[in-house]
């Protein structure tokens, strides 16, 4: 079955601390990646995503992902945090078929 | 980006009654939308597809005749939970797109935080 694994549960940074939160994948086929952000009390939103050409993705705020194919990974960074940034973020695969599959989500608190 | 609006946001109600829960694309059709359910500090489960005019398809494991799926315009889905269980208490959050390829992007709507008392 297909499955999206996120690695870490809870970060917690300082703000300026560099970022990275990892996302693997299990799925033979072509994919496309995202990763959400949901902020305390709002709704998902997109943060960035892959569907084909250049493996690094850059998306809002200054997120950027690496999709690399031999790993089945494609890991969220930001090289300086900010306290705007505490929120849970989502890693998700969607396949041929049509279906969102998410990770469990990473709770990033950082601190001021 | 495009709007999807969920209402309630926050629904208390006893055991045995049943909820409604909508979900509405305020700026674009969507032809299809999703129905997830999310536990604490757990992922977004899927639970169903709907397509405008058909039948929802239900993932495994997801009883069709406890969470009933309407998808009777482009702009709206409702998600009732039916003779509701403290068990159903949850996190419920529709998403909504314009197509249904793999690349296409599905937003989301809020949430609904249901209790069962």
């Known amino acids: 079955a297909q499955s999206v694994s996120q690695h870490n549960h809870h970060v917690i940074l300082s703000e300026a601390a560099s970022l990275e939160l990892g996302c693997n994948y299990s799925?033979?086929?072509?994919?496309?990646l995202f990763w959400y952000v949901q902020y305390p009390g709002q709704h998902l939103q997109l943060l960035l995503k892959?569907?084909?050409?250049?493996?690094l993705v850059k998306g809002i705020k200054g997120f950027e992902a690496e999709f690399i194919k031999s790993k089945f990974s494609f890991n969220l960074r930001k090289p300086s945090v900010q306290w705007s940034d505490t929120a849970e973020y989502f890693c998700?695969?969607?396949?041929?078929?049509?279906?969102?599959?998410f990770g469990q989500g990473t709770e990033l608190s950082v601190k001021p | 980006g495009a709007v999807v609006s969920q209402h309630p946001s926050r629904v208390i109600c006893k055991s045995g009654t049943s909820v409604k829960i909508e979900c509405r694309s305020l700026d674009f059709q969507a032809t299809t939308m999703f129905w997830y359910r999310q536990f604490p500090k757990q992922s977004l489960m899927l639970m169903a597809t709907?397509?405008?005019?058909?039948?929802?398809?239900?993932e495994q494991g997801v009883e069709k005749d406890k969470f009933l799926i309407n998808h009777a315009s482009l702009t709206l889905s409702t998600l009732t939970v039916t003779s509701a269980h403290p068990e159903d208490s949850s996190f419920y959050i529709c998403?909504?797109?314009?197509?249904?390829?793999?690349?296409?992007?599905?937003?989301f709507g809020q949430g609904t935080r249901l209790t069962v008392v």
């Open positions: 998700a695969v969607r396949n041929q078929g049509g279906k969102l599959i």
């Open positions: 709907s397509n405008e005019g058909s039948k929802a398809t239900y």
């Open positions: 892959y569907f084909s050409g250049d493996p």
């Open positions: 799925y033979g086929g072509t994919v496309n």
């Open positions: 998403s909504a797109q314009q197509g249904a390829g793999a690349g296409t992007e599905a937003f």
